[in-house]
Structures are given as structure tokens and as C-alpha cells.
């Protein structure tokens, strides 16, 4: 099985300031297909995760564009240009190239 | 709006059978592959299993293949999780989940709680 590292696993953070988030695979998750198959979503507290980035650097539907996706291989970053109150929670990458799909350990975001 | 709606989650004991359910609605949720993704309490997520937008493929992860089996009925726009020989290991809040490749929408989650 993959296995998905993040780093840190805790981030505080003042509002206004940027936030970088680090995930690394154990292996590539580049798929024969051409495509990154690289995901991050948040959870906040009491809630059900929800997507941030999909395939690396898209932002889904509604997804301020204060978040930013990067990355390639086995090396990916979610950066936050300007932290918000709201954005308070536990980030996940996730990885879908290979079964089984994989989550990272979360980072747990708190604002200052 | 899209919506997923668990249930079936509850108390059994160690050796025990549960099935979960997840009803679809506002999307046709026959052309979507749906999955279960599981959350221990105060844990990460974790990914359990998938099946496609048919019923026609279907996969797991090996903590829980050969004990549980995923399915779904198109013409109920419903999703199942038949979950046997439970564990305490399986404690958890289960969360059906649509998408192809990626988790766009979610549910509210149900809990399961394996205890004597």
C-alpha cells in the first residue's frame, strides 16, 4: 500500500498569514494515464471532510482561491496564501492512483 | 442539491453482523461510483471500499475483505455496506462517499461501535 506523509501534523497559524502543508507518497502517483490522482480535503470540526484540490492543483467547486494546490511524483504542498478563521480544521491529502486509495495522517490546523 | 444520507450504524458485539445503508439523492446516482471511507474516533480517515457505477466491480481494503461485502441498488438510489465478523478494530464512523476518482460529496456518517 501507498503510505502518505504528512508534514507537520499540527499548524498554528495567525489570520492573514500563510500556511504550507507538506505530503509526500512512498511512491509515485503519477498514473499510466497521464494524470496525478493527488486530493486534498478538509475536515472541520464536527464535520464531514469536504474537497478542497483535486488531481493536484484544481480547486473544486467553490473553493476560495486563497487555497493552492503543487506538486509532482511523490512531492505535494497545500498552501493557504492568507489563513482565515474558517479554515480551522484537519487537512487530508488522499492519493487514488493505487488501491487501496490512501489518506495521510491529517494535519490539524488551529488559528491563533 | 446532492445528498447522502447514512444509517444503520449502531452497538453489536465482537463477532457480530451490521448493514449500513446510504440513500442517494439529487443526482443519477446510477452513473457515479460510491464508496465507504471509515473514521475511528479522534482517528484519520480511512478508505474501505468501492463499487462502480453498475454494481459490476467492487473493492477493498484488506482490513476488511472477505468480511465485508458492498452494494448498491440503482433502482432505490441506494448504497449498502454489509459488514460481518466485526471487530473492535471497527469501531468507527462510517461515511459513504460519491466520485470517480475523488470524494465530491459525502455524507453525514453513521456510527459503529464494536463492543461486548
Known amino acids: 500500500d501507498i503510505v502518505m506523509t504528512q508534514t507537520p501534523l499540527s499548524l498554528s497559524v495567525t489570520p492573514g498569514q500563510p500556511a504550507s502543508i507538506s505530503c509526500k507518497s512512498s511512491q509515485s502517483l503519477l498514473h499510466s494515464d497521464g494524470k496525478t490522482y493527488l486530493y486534498w480535503y478538509l475536515q472541520k470540526p464536527g464535520q464531514s471532510p469536504q474537497l478542497l484540490i483535486y488531481e493536484v492543483s484544481s480547486r473544486f467547486s467553490g473553493v476560495p482561491d486563497r487555497f493552492s494546490g503543487s506538486g509532482s511524483g511523490t512531492d505535494f504542498t497545500l498552501k493557504i496564501s492568507r489563513v482565515e478563521a474558517e479554515d480551522a480544521g484537519v487537512y487530508y491529502c488522499?492519493?487514488?492512483?493505487?488501491?487501496?486509495?490512501?489518506f495521510g495522517q491529517g494535519t490539524k490546523v488551529e488559528i491563533k | 442539491e446532492v445528498q447522502l444520507v447514512e444509517s444503520g450504524g449502531g452497538l453489536v458485539q465482537p463477532g457480530g453482523s451490521l448493514r449500513l445503508s446510504c440513500a442517494a439523492s439529487?443526482?443519477?446516482?446510477?452513473?457515479?461510483?460510491v464508496h465507504w471511507v471509515r473514521q475511528a474516533p479522534g482517528k484519520g480517515l480511512v478508505w474501505v471500499s468501492r463499487?462502480?457505477?453498475?454494481?459490476?466491480?467492487?473493492s477493498y481494503a484488506d482490513s476488511v475483505k472477505g468480511r465485508f461485502t458492498i452494494s448498491r441498488d440503482n433502482a432505490k438510489n441506494t448504497l449498502y455496506l454489509q459488514m460481518n465478523s466485526l471487530r473492535a478494530e471497527d469501531t468507527a464512523v462510517y461515511y459513504c462517499a460519491r466520485g470517480n476518482s475523488f470524494f465530491g460529496n459525502w455524507g453525514q456518517g453513521t456510527l459503529v461501535t464494536v463492543s461486548s
Open positions: 488522499m492519493e487514488a492512483t493505487h488501491l487501496p486509495w490512501t
Open positions: 439529487g443526482f443519477t446516482f446510477s452513473s457515479y461510483w
Open positions: 463499487i462502480n457505477s453498475d454494481g459490476s466491480s467492487t
